[in-house]
């Protein structure tokens, strides 16, 4: 073998090595765009715990050119794997705090079980990668960058529905504010869609479209204020419903004391209670609206000394504020249930021997899409939840539209923990515009993900429900982000993480129905899922050898 040989082979080694650690790369800068994990600032663009909307295209623009350089189609669906595999892990690594520093799964096991989870959902990605490359070559540049961002959004929503679906960090969450005022259309995916779109046109688009993408790119991704400019030029399509004054509660308890007898359930009962009963009788609460986040109280209400009910139920009796208050239900005999209360003023009190709880109960959520080992044991891994502290339970799932809770004029409809992540699901009770919420609540315990981008992350998942649907989002979680979310997707007010404390704001309830609420709630992800379909049957026709033979 020559030297010039060898050296010629060294370079094509090296080079390959190069493209799988760009890969990697742009897999973690995809992450990071969702919410700037570090705290290092470069005002307007990198800001701890906000999108980038930028390094999200960039990342996307660099796997493109990696699979157009790709040899073959395995080869485009390998660099597809890592890359999103290296993107997955560095979205949701912190399942391993709650595996491992919570649950007490061993610490390799517990990095081992997160890799796997983000290379199985990282299979969507290669698939659809595959399926590009092998149109690729028989298609024009025009063309291939519609298939790429097609093939790119079927694979985003495959991800979010199979298998009980965990569509966390899905590309348009890092868009939210570059392209946000998309959403009342297309909702998060179509948002996503167009943001594959632009990325994939800077690479592969013919003459001047691809400088005209790459100056809508720019001027979208680095020009901060072009996303708001445009979203605040466009109809609205919900009206005013009255406001309504709301206090939020975070109780700021580690989940490793959460359910401990000595520490954790005495400090939430009376902080709770205590908050609960002040609340109650203060008069600039008058017609509002107290909220306790996921299972603030961590017994069941009949483990819990009768007294406790019938004492916080008198104070909102009496008072002047209805309360929604998380809380787990059920017994062994019927199956148990994560559930929201609520309580509103007036009525009676409770007759002797009539248990308080449920005399003052009258209103209950139940969660409807139930989080997979936590909540329930998928079939074949009760071995799995058996190695930790605190293993998965058989919860009940509630029904998907259960009616909202009533209240001051509102219809306030709660969602708890990540059933925020689900737009479709949020958008069944919308169905009916007359019955529609006015306001939306999620009630969350990020506790399990410690002081993370897990709370930030959440924060930007229930911004893009609020732009979807319309609706203000108010979020009281056990330790952040307890926060009140406007329609148009806008915090107004927000707690520190890790801290107890309450916020007191005021909402505003908004009614009528955007687009994207219209169709979703009646037909779900199906007609984005039929447009990128007929793209595809398109482009299957088109690349016919056929049809391509009778070409002039």
Known sequence: MTADLRAGRAREKGAAWAVWLLLLLAGAWHAAALAWPFAVALEPWLRPGEPVAGLHGLSLAVLVAALVRAPSAGAAAARAGVYATAWLVATFWWLFISLHTVGGVAAPLSAFAVGALAAFLALYYALAAALWWHWLRRLGRGAAVWVFAACWTLAEVARGVLWTGFPWGVGGYAQIDALGWLAPWVGVYGVGAVAALLAAAVVLAPGVWRWAALGVALGLWLVPAAGPWLAARLPEHTQSAGTLPVRLLQGAIAQDVKFDAEAGIPLALRWYGQQIVQASADPALAGGLVVAPETAIPLLPQDIDPDYWRALGAAVRTGHAAVLLGVPLGGFADGY?????????????????????????????????????????????????????NPGGYFERGPLVQPPFVWAGQRIAPNICYEDLFGEELAAGFRDPVQAPTVLVNVSNIAWFGDTVAIDQHRHISRMRALELGRPMVRATNTGSTAVIDHRGRVQAELPRWQRGVLDATVEGRRGLTPYAAWASRWGHAPLVAGCLLVLVWAAWAASPRRRSRAP
């Open 337 to 389: 249930a994560n559930s929201v209360v609520g309580w509103v003023p007036g009525g009676p009190a409770p007759e002797p021997g009539v248990d308080p709880f449920t005399h003052h109960s009258r209103y209950r959520y139940d969660k409807h899409h139930l989080v997979p080992f936590g909540e329930f044991v998928p079939p074949g891994f009760r071995w799995f939840t058996e190695l930790m502290f």
